[in-house]
């Protein structure tokens, strides 16, 4: 497994964990009108989130799949569980420290509890309104990708 750390180039990446092609598409809208100037990579389905951060099946190739800056993690997508890939980012020492901010249409206080006990940066529930979720992508790139200061994805204390 070649884990490094988020590409360097100047451009965020940005790795999407939704099924749904719509939720997507008006996300990458969003940001797009928002100004934002990032690289979207998207995972249709839990199982592919993680083969794209371990660099497994098509994804080792960290010039062309590099790991993210932020994860938007939707609960419910199929095969693995957002929650589930939550547990296996955290329970990765490579992945613990990557930023996952849960961007989902449920507001169930048991799911928003869930998330952030397995160890969600954030939870956030999807707009249905256009212009609202234009706001919300600026909201997460003006914090997430621009002001926030995340930890190394290794440190001297992971034995790295």
Known sequence: ????????????HVLVVEDDENDVFFLRRALQSA????????ASDGR??????LGCDGFSDRVKHPLPNVVLLDLKV?????LDVLRQIRATPELRKLIVVILTSS???????????IGANSFLVK???LEDQRELALRIVGY???SNLPPPLRSSRDGA
């Open 1 to 12: 497994m070649n884990l490094r750390t988020p590409m360097n180039d100047g451009t965020p």
């Open 144 to 146: 997430w990708l621009r």
């Open 127 to 129: 707009p249905s309104r």
């Open 48 to 53: 592919q989130a993680l083969d794209y951060l």
């Open 78 to 82: 199929p095969y693995i569980s957002g």
């Open 107 to 117: 507001a169930l206080e048991s799911d928003v509890t869930q998330a952030y006990e």
């Open 35 to 42: 100004g934002a100037v990032i690289d979207l990579h998207v």
